[in-house]
């Protein structure tokens, strides 16, 4: 599986096309559908700091994905958000995606918005591995043990 062509944004204003904006050798992208689970991503991030630290080359980046009504106001949106936010590096890891999310959901086969979703994305776009929902120890280990397991190929 591959991860679509969209382009995003980050909070700094640096316009984005996926997925070769995935330049490290694996990125944990974070999506989330609604601003109230913005909670459900941080609740990874200690964790994931935690595996960036273990291995050079793992990128984290949140991809907010919001529909296509709501474009108009982008700029009032992710303002917002980095306004929030001030810090240099979170602004630069936030990719927001602004349009039909079924042109993310539907090839990730991503079935719910309810939550956020856990991508693991290699270089170049292949999805390497999928989980759902807040941080939790064995989501965690799941992940992990991918990482682990293509981490001497590419390190």
Not at 9 to 22: I, M, N, W
Not at 114 to 142: C, H, K, M
Request: a neutral charge; aromatic letters at 8%; hydrophobic letters at 45%.
């Amino acid at each position: 599986m591959l991860f679509p062509r969209l382009s995003a944004r980050d909070l700094e204003g640096k316009d984005l096309d996926l997925p070769s904006a995935f330049s490290l050798p694996l990125t944990v992208a974070l999506i989330a559908f609604d601003r109230h689970q913005q909670t459900l991503v941080d609740s990874w991030m200690p964790w994931l700091e935690q595996q960036m630290t273990s291995h050079e080359g793992l990128a984290v980046v949140e991809l907010p994905t919001i529909a296509r009504r709501w474009a108009p106001f982008r700029p009032v949106i992710d303002g917002g958000m980095a306004a929030s936010i001030k810090i240099p590096k979170i602004l630069q890891r936030t990719w927001t995606i602004y349009g039909d999310v079924r042109k993310l959901t539907t090839p990730l086969n991503i079935s719910t918005r309810s939550t956020i979703s856990v991508i693991l994305v290699e270089r170049g776009g292949a999805v390497l591995w999928q989980g759902l929902g807040p941080f939790s120890e064995e989501i965690a280990a799941q992940l992990g043990d991918v990482i682990g397991r293509y981490w001497p190929k590419i390190s």
